[in-house]
């Protein structure tokens, strides 16, 4: 049974992609800090470490005590907005300590690495869907955090053997369809999440950033990617390590996109609430359309989405909100 270290495992994709590698056999290992995991989402089956990663003498210890195969690197900042307002923050949480993360599991052993990356790291697309060539000129501190981190791993592949994959996605979204683990942010800045809370009274409306670009109905397009299907490509992608598929940058979606106006009709057809609306100004640097070209993951993992459909998306989420209105306890 191989051992895989998650960090930032009480984290909202996190904990989804530990419930996947015990159903695929893996021993999966949790590393959170807390800072923004919930401790309840974790199983108490699956030995958790309350800690940083740029702790080195904790993380060569859990490697060296568990023999971790591998690691499924989640744990960072991931607020534009807050990135935006301390940059140096981000550099710190994420860039810095991933670099104090990455030698400590270096220096214990420790290989193999997938990476939570973003597809904030390509800034403005020139093209949509946007290809894994394209040009990544991150727009916000996180984007550029995560960035700098990917631009690290082929000299530390060329220096010590590192072997990475690293995932770019897009909108992920959803939850287990019984309701019993999903998405719990504070504050919490996601579409779907927030949709819910207004149809469930916890706000009174649902805002709409720009109603004037130049799609369909005049609102953003994002591609939404269940959490499920996301956790899926991770799992895929160390198999892929492990089978000598070599490293790697990988979209992660479903090449196709839904705009802020559908995503909320979707909801009211679901939850059979009203779900009120205030149409605002647009906000500086939303592009008006962000859809992965997943073709590269397609054929080299052969991965598909199984549960990333709108409905199926909201039908989740919808069950988990439903029972957890105020989210995690702890």
Known sequence: MRTILVSGGAGYIGSHTVRLLLEEGYRP?????????HLSSALPEVPFFKGDIADGLLVRNIVQDLGIDAVIHFAARSLVGESMQKPDLY?????????????????????????SSTAAAYGIPEQVPIPEAAATIPVNPY???????????????KAYGLEWISLRYFNAAGALFDGSLGEHHTPET????????????????????????????????????????????????????????????????????????????TSRKITGRNIPVLECPRRPGDPAQLVAEADKIR?????????????QIIESAW????????????
């Open 29 to 37: 290992v949790i590393l959170d800090s807390l800072v923004t995991g």
């Open 91 to 115: 550099f710190h949480e994420n860039t810095a300590k991933t670099n104090l993360f990455i030698s400590a599991l270096l220096s214990a052993g420790v290989k193999r690495v997938i990476f």
């Open 143 to 157: 984007g550029a955090s995560k960035r700098m981190i990917e631009q690290s791993f082929p000299w530390l592949e």
């Open 190 to 265: 996601h579409l779907i999440p927030l949709i819910l809370r207004t149809a469930l009274g916890r706000q009174e409306q649902i805002s709409i950033f720009g109603t004037d670009y130049p799609t369909p109905d005049g609102t953003c397009i994002r591609d939404y990617i269940h959490v499920l299907d996301l956790a899926k490509a991770h799992i895929l992608a160390l198999a892929a390590l492990e089978k000598g598929v070599g490293s790697g940058v990988f979209n992660v979606g479903t090449g196709s996109g839904h705009s802020v106006r559908e995503v909320i009709e």
């Open 299 to 311: 054929t080299t993992f052969n991965w598909s989405p199984g549960y990333s459909s709108l409905d």
């Open 319 to 330: 069950a988990w909100h439903r029972k957890n209105p105020d989210g995690f306890p702890h």
